[in-house]
Antibody, heavy 122, light 111 residues
Framework: QVTLRESGPALVKPTQTLTLTCTFS??????????VSWIRQPPGKALEWLAR???????YYSTSLETRLTISKDTSENQVVLTMTNMDPVDTATYYC??????????????WGQGTLVIVSS | QSALTQPASVSGSPGQSITISCTGT?????????VSWYQQHPGKAPKLMIY???DRPSGVSNRFSGSKSGNTASLTISGLQAEDEADYYC???????????FGTGTKVTVL
């Protein structure tokens, strides 16, 4: 059974750096064509893809946020970490991580973690 | 990368069929057969319903089906049931540096 779980602070102040951890089980990020993505959803709004890290450590970012995002992985710990700098109230959202099929003629996010709500406020 | 366009809401009576459209461009939906659909109940994480335009994961009801024509993908729910009431999002691979784009979301109401 594949599971993912996001963890991190529920509240951050404007200008601070957010660090989120995705801890997963049931698959390995050292397996070819396996990736993990971060996706967020502001309250009442649509989903937005943020970043992806691949089995071979390739990294991809949303062009609108790439200057603020860093994604990394610890394969031995089955964790993926996302940092976002200079947080602003508009970054208030539920942040999800999801296993991502990223090769072999297929592409999808499945499954997703439960999500973690991050509120940006002073 | 602009969001894919979906109708804000679609409704139907139990047993009916409904179709949700997802319109992109020749750079995303039209360029790749990598459109997926996600169901999201209130307060819950999204769940994969359709991937690679028309493939259905194991465990997902065959009442859900997907298709694509040009720059528009579609999700059809047949035999609508009360449990299908939820928000639905499409997503497409883009091949650009922003790898993926999501749709604006559609609220499905079962009358």
């Amino acid at each position: 059974q594949v599971t993912l779980r996001e963890s991190g602070p529920a509240l951050v102040k404007p200008t601070q750096t957010l660090t989120l951890t995705c801890t997963f089980s049931g698959f390995s990020l050292s397996t070819s064509e396996m990736c993990v993505s971060w996706i967020r959803q502001p309250p009442g709004k649509a989903l937005e893809w943020l970043a992806r890290i691949d089995w071979d450590d390739d990294k991809y970012y949303s062009t609108s946020l790439e200057t603020r995002l860093t994604i990394s992985k610890d394969t031995s710990e089955n964790q993926v970490v996302l940092t976002m700098t200079n947080m602003d109230p508009v970054d208030t959202a539920t942040y999800y991580c999801a296993r991502t099929y990223c090769g072999g003629g297929t592409s999808r996010f499945d499954p997703w973690g439960q999500g973690t709500l991050v509120i940006v406020s002073s | 990368q602009s969001a894919l366009t979906q109708p804000a809401s679609v409704s139907g009576s139990p047993g009916q069929s409904i179709t949700i459209s997802c319109t992109g461009t020749s750079s995303d939906v039209g360029a790749y057969n990598y459109v997926s659909w996600y169901q999201q109940h209130p307060g819950k994480a999204p769940k994969l319903m359709i991937y690679d335009v028309s493939d259905r994961p194991s465990g997902v009801s065959n009442r859900f089906s997907g298709s694509k024509s040009g720059n528009t993908a579609s999700l059809t729910i047949s035999g609508l049931q009360a449990e299908d009431e939820a928000d639905y999002y499409c997503s497409s691979y883009t091949g650009s540096s922003s790898l993926y784009v999501f749709g604006t979301g559609t609220k499905v109401t079962v009358l």
